[in-house]
């Protein structure tokens, strides 16, 4: 029988440990441990990244921005350099120059060919051409080398290009296209031509195929860079999918567009916007093959010649701006595309 006292003491239980949960976030993922020490402390770690971003890349375009709106010196307004009896868009005259410029308006046809023979006509040339083939090439090159028995010799040999310079590429490909006397061709593809009976071609002052043998040169250095993305996008896709298929009776053609490509299609569209990118800042090549002569500019090597060979910095930085605002959609996108990919994980 329990006494008094055994009544009047609390009974006794086993302590139980209490677990706190984890704080998450609105879509139930855990909030990282740096989250949990205040909103400002994140900010000092990227605190040094932000410095420098802004001191190189945030002031130089919002002074290159201003520049675009003043005279070849910067010490005036754009307005200023306008004529008497031509269009003027007043403190947007350097963009007026940098968008109308190349073409002549005195009548369509006019206006079409010289649109194909600008700046902004190459550059359309280059992103049609040189994305589609590098694109085609490095997906060529990506399906072919998984099934040879030497894979990364095959795949190391075929990224060698980009390991040169675009410089050093460009010289060498000069001299691939050299054109000599009638006597005598120094270059290896006319040396070719004349060797079996034709006549030698000056491959980089004939337009319009200068253009796109420059082109030629750069699928040949960029082939290498999309293979290999493409190639680890081809290792992820399922056997047991491609398997089932070929039992199935798929032949490797249908395997490979109606099974391969739609699963690594969200790879190849990153590609392709990579390299749209890339071809938009395109310099180098046109640069160092042509200087931009014979019909074969760029939208970025106009710059250049605005800035360091007219020494107009107004008009010059107007085209860089263009240049900027035809990038920025395509960066935007790439960015969305990680955003969604991150948000699945």
Do not use: H
Not at 195 to 215: C, D, H, K, R, Y
Request: overall charge positive; some cysteine.
């Amino acid at each position: 029988m329990a006494t008094p006292q055994d009544i009047s003491k609390p009974a006794t239980t086993p302590e139980v440990a209490v677990r706190r949960k984890p704080v998450r976030t609105s879509s139930g993922a855990p909030v990282p441990e740096i989250m949990k020490q205040g909103g400002l402390v994140p900010w000092l770690y990227l605190f040094p990244a932000l410095l420098v971003m802004s001191f190189f890349i945030v002031y130089p375009m919002i002074n290159t921005i201003g520049l675009s709106f003043q005279n070849r010196d910067g010490t005036a307004s754009a307005a200023t350099t306008c004529r008497e009896g031509q269009p003027c868009w007043g403190v947007f005259e350097n963009y007026r120059y940098a968008l109308t410029a190349e073409f002549n308006t005195s009548s369509p046809g006019a206006f079409w060919n010289s649109f194909w023979s600008s700046s902004y006509g190459n550059t359309i040339k280059w992103i049609v051409v040189m994305v589609f083939g590098t694109v085609s090439v490095g997906l060529g090159f990506a399906v072919l080398a998984d099934r040879v028995k030497y894979e990364a010799l095959a795949k190391a040999i075929l990224f060698m290009p980009m390991a040169i310079s675009f410089v050093g590429a460009g010289v060498i490909w000069k001299f691939v296209y050299d054109y000599g006397t009638s006597q005598t061709q120094i270059g290896l593809l006319n040396s070719i031509i004349t060797s079996l009976g034709g006549q030698p071609v000056a491959w980089l002052s004939t337009t319009p195929i200068n253009t796109f043998m420059i082109i030629l040169v750069g699928i040949w250095i960029w082939s290498g860079f999309c293979m290999t993305i493409l190639a680890a996008a081809l290792k992820s896709v399922p056997d047991e999918i491609l398997e089932a298929a070929r039992v199935d009776g798929a032949t490797e053609w249908t395997v490979f567009w109606r099974i391969m490509v739609p699963i690594i299609l969200p790879t190849i569209t990153v590609v392709v916007t990579t390299m749209v990118i890339n071809v938009l800042k395109l310099f180098d090549l046109v640069y160092v093959m042509t200087g931009g002569n014979f019909q074969t500019d760029v939208i970025a090597n106009r710059m250049y010649t605005e800035m360091y060979k007219n020494f107009n910095v107004g008009r010059g930085t107007a085209v860089a701006v263009v240049l900027v605002i035809a990038i920025i959609p395509f960066i935007y996108y790439n960015i969305k595309r990680f955003m969604e990919q991150e948000a699945t994980r």
